[in-house]
């Protein structure tokens, strides 16, 4: 029993950053945003969420900077990208590379500090049932009511939306705006959460492995959350190994979630029925309105 | 008034120019902020961080060699994304290609001979190519996103590394730290005036050769109409799946070269950490260089001076040198945000004029 309790606790702490980042990362992506800089902002809400933690002793005011963190992280993207129509790929790259880069120069002097762990309610993290919350509120918003509708349109043509008088570019500042609040959220999940604690890098690639897990769901926030899930089970590979004192080599073990995502978008993306359904059609397609 | 966008007619070619130039000079002005907020007068950090490496003969040569792996990598990547092929995993073919090359020593320690350099150069060219051509053909085969598959596999070939250095491959008389043995002799690097070693000759001639290569051959023209009118490519007969491999193909054998370059003279062995980075900032490379060879050349150096200034600001200014990559992320940002200019100018726009192009409620 107690065996089943832990392996359920590990795929469940390792899925939840998952499942938040890519859910936030879902709604840029259906509002035609391609935000590469997931990893970024991820890092730079952990920095932020461990620091605000440390420095005041208030987990919540943790939780509270990582969320900001994000959404600072993804204004500066929004202003590249939406105001001065640059190339997506490009800036969501530089906007991990720049938060890499600031959240190791940020973080320089809490390295070895012991962190503030969020206290847990009724014996689980809050954030858990949370990233629930949160799918199930993105699934409804944007499919079953007239917000989400107008994101789904921006998303597939924006220049018909246009044509109907919504604003695309505040729109897509909205939905970019929430992408970073979910993955500085990520980030402070995994800072005072998972390892209360600052390394430097400590998102390891989570972030990337966020935007696979977007095309793998297909842009179905259910499917997100399966996929989280999944991903989550593969963390629990270590642990059996070392209850059954296996001799695989760690370095192995640690990259499978890196090998994982390959094989979920080799296959996925093989299946033109899932990739091209779901798509948003304008999907990193710069808009400029017409004048 | 409103500040709005506007279509230039035609690309400017004086702000093509002008941006790098401004991004340049915008990352110093926010470095000369950084350095106030930290308590440093302005003036005098950046000159420890940007003039200085440049007044002694031994930083000057520095920085010709921490441009190699640069301008090797970053020209590599500058032809990819002329392509709109998106290889952001140039970390692990530098890495899998000092592996390879590696392997050739880890298995003849004793070979001494002019053909060993040969030879692990080739591997390492072969090692940045194999490891390159993965994401090429998932994409063209199963259509995955080349971004994500190239950085994923960054992560599994540095699992591999580390497995290696501290397992199989470790100098059995190395005092178990994870690390092969040391190469000497003709198994490094020639070198050509003090620190600076032949590689630099490689990065050289890789500009020259893909700047020839993509402004008068006809696979330069091919990559550029594939990257910029896919559908006139199809017109022209001009595969994109052929484009991709070429691509991934000739980016991950120059980062490979890069990686054996690296590990067979500045570190000299393999070991978990081979690289500070080379592979990602090379990206920035590429595009401070405009996506042009020659233009990567000079980025490559100013990349590399950005990599010295980390190091002088850490030991004269007391900072980290963990600077060095907010000051690189920052200038990547700058140099998109200026790359607006190029295609776009800005406009004041008057309230009427601006009332009649709001979209009908």
């Known amino acids: 029993m107690d065996v089943w309790f832990a392996v359920f606790l590990t795929i469940v702490t390792a899925a939840t950053p998952l499942l938040l980042a890519a859910t936030g990362e879902l709604v840029v992506e259906r509002s035609g945003v391609l935000n590469l800089g997931v990893e970024g902002m991820m890092v730079m809400g952990a920095v932020a969420g461990f620091g605000a933690a440390f420095l005041s002793g208030n987990p919540y005011l943790g939780v509270i900077a990582a969320i900001f963190a994000g959404m600072a992280m993804a204004l500066l993207f929004g202003f590249l990208t939406l105001s001065l129509v640059t190339n997506q790929v490009a800036t969501g790259l530089s906007l991990t590379l720049l938060g890499l880069g600031l959240s190791g120069l940020l973080g320089e002097s809490f390295v070895g500090e012991p962190g503030v762990r969020l206290p847990k309610w009724l014996g689980i993290d809050m954030l858990i049932p949370l990233s629930f919350i949160l799918t199930a509120v993105v699934a409804f918003v944007l499919f079953r009511t007239k917000a989400g509708l107008i994101i789904r349109a921006v998303g597939d043509s924006h220049s018909s939306a246009h044509a109907l008088g919504y604003r695309v570019i505040w729109v897509r500042y909205g939905c970019v705006l929430f992408g970073g609040a979910c993955a500085g959220l990520a980030g402070g999940y995994l800072s005072l959460v998972y390892t209360p604690q600052w390394v430097e890098n400590m998102t390891a690639g989570r972030g990337w492995i966020a935007l696979a897990l977007v095309v793998f769901a297909s842009w179905l926030p259910w499917r997100v959350a399966i996929g989280a899930y999944l991903f989550g089970a593969i963390s629990i590979l270590s642990f059996v190994v070392q209850t059954r004192g296996w001799s695989i080599p760690p370095q192995f073990l640690n990259s499978l979630p890196y090998l994982g995502t390959i094989l979920a978008l080799v296959v996925i993306s093989a299946s033109r029925r899932l990739t091209r359904g779901n798509a948003p059609a304008s999907l990193g397609q710069p808009f400029v309105p017409d004048r | 008034m409103q500040l709005v966008l506007e279509k230039r007619p035609e ?333 776009y100018r800005f406009r004041w726009l008057k309230p009427q004029a601006l009332a009649a192009t709001q979209p009908a409620e």
């Open chain 2, 11 to 343: 690309r400017s070619r004086r702000m093509a120019l002008l941006s790098p130039l401004l991004a340049i000079l915008l990352t110093v002005i926010t470095g000369a902020v950084i350095f106030a907020l930290r308590g440093i007068e302005p003036l005098h950090g950046l000159n420890v961080y940007f003039i200085e490496p440049l007044t002694q003969i031994w930083s000057l040569e520095q920085l010709v060699v921490k441009a190699t792996p640069l301008v090797l990598i970053g020209v590599g990547l500058a032809v990819c994304y002329t392509a709109n092929v998106w290889n952001i995993g140039a970390e692990g073919q530098f890495t899998f290609g000092a592996i390879l090359g590696g392997m050739i020593l880890v298995l003849f320690p004793a070979w001494q001979s002019p053909l060993t350099l040969v030879m692990m150069l080739l591997f390492g060219i072969l090692g940045g190519m194999i490891y390159g051509a993965i994401p090429a053909l998932l994409k063209i085969r199963f259509n995955a996103n080349e971004i994500l598959t190239s950085l994923m596999l960054v992560y599994v070939v540095q699992f591999l590394l580390d497995w290696l250095v501290r397992g199989p491959w470790r100098d059995p008389q190395g005092f178990n730290f994870p690390k092969t043995i040391t190469f000497e002799g003709l198994q490094l690097l020639p070198m050509l005036s003090g620190s600076i070693h032949l590689g630099a000759v490689f990065a050289v001639l890789a500009a020259l050769v893909l700047a020839f290569v993509m402004g008068r051959m006809l696979k330069g023209f091919e990559v550029r109409v594939v990257g910029n009118a896919p559908r006139a490519a199809r017109f022209a007969g001009f595969s994109r799946p052929r484009t991709i491999l070429f691509c991934f193909l000739l980016s991950g054998g120059l980062a490979g070269l890069a990686g054996i370059t690296e590990v067979a003279s500045v570190v000299g062995q393999l070991q978990p950490q081979i690289s500070p980075g080379y592979g990602f900032t090379a990206i920035i490379v590429a595009f401070l260089g405009r996506l042009n060879p020659l233009g990567a050349l000079a980025a490559g150096l100013m990349l590399a001076l950005s990599y010295l200034g980390g190091e002088a600001a850490q030991v004269s200014l007391g900072l980290s040198d963990r600077i060095a990559k907010v000051f690189q992320g920052i200038l990547l940002f700058y140099i998109l945000a200026c790359d607006t200019l190029i295609l």
